[in-house]
């Protein structure tokens, strides 16, 4: 049975960090849509694409813990729903540190309350581990946002319960409610912190290294914490 969820475009749920994927972008994890046109019309003026396995043409295919790029080859870097599917997110991040310019932005999109979806699946983050993964890499936080609703966010989790329980005549029954109240709720809701299907995190690489050698040590720090709360 189809899953009654709706989610937005992803156009649009990225549409609230677009200001930051401006000049050469990077699509790290790019998966199957190319959103190359998507950022171009927003500000970028090179996007491009990299994941383990895309049909995008010209992508980048590699590991996101060794991108055969320069150090600094980056204004900006979207790494979205990635990062859960990652054995070694530590080094993911700290690469995609090295291959954004100083004073450039990584944004980093991460599920909190979404159930266990494999390919393979190893965490979830909450908003202070978020804060936790940008100060380890000494990452300066600009702002963290929420995505989807608690609709898409109940509805996600309930209905992957009932495909587990395999509990077709529940199914059959909520089916109609459930995608009713998902297509009414197509709008972020930024209220939601608490139980925020996942957070999009936008983090700034400091325009002078604050450790010497612009590499990110596992002991970062950063003074402040502009993030909006
Ligand atoms: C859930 S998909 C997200 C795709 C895309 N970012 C989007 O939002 O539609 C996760 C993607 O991460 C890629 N991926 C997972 N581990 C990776 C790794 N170590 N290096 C490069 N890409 C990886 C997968 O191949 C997959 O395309």
Not at 30 to 41: A, E
Request: glycine share 6%; aromatic share 8%; net charge neutral.
């Amino acid at each position: 049975m189809k899953s009654p969820i709706v989610f937005q475009d992803l156009e649009k749920e990225l549409q609230p960090v677009t200001k930051y994927l401006q000049g050469r972008v990077l699509n790290a994890g790019c998966g199957q849509r190319d959103l190359s046109s998507f950022f171009i019309k927003n500000g970028a003026t090179v996007v491009d694409n990299c994941d383990l396995t895309t049909p995008i043409p010209n992508a980048i295919i590699c590991d996101l813990v060794d991108v055969p790029k320069e150090s600094g080859t980056y204004d900006a870097i979207l790494c979205n729903a990635v990062l859960e599917h990652v054995q070694f997110p530590d080094r993911v991040v700290a690469e995609l540190r090295r291959l954004v310019k100083p004073g450039g932005y990584l944004v980093l999109c991460i599920p909190f309350l979404q159930p266990y979806h494999p390919k393979p699946d190893y965490r979830r983050y909450t908003k202070e581990g978020m804060l936790e993964l940008a100060r380890i890499h000494d990452l300066e936080p600009v702002e963290i946002l929420p995505v989807h609703t608690i609709a898409q966010t109940l509805t996600w989790i309930y209905w992957s319960y009932l495909e587990e329980r395999r509990a077709r005549l529940t199914r059959l029954a909520l089916w109609g409610p459930l995608y009713l109240w998902n297509r009414l709720s197509q709008k972020t809701d930024f209220d939601t912190q608490i139980q925020a299907n996942g957070f999009q995190m936008v983090v700034r690489k400091a325009a002078h290294p604050s450790n010497g050698n612009g590499h990110s040590n596992g002991n970062g720090h950063h003074a402040g914490n502009g993030v909006t709360q």
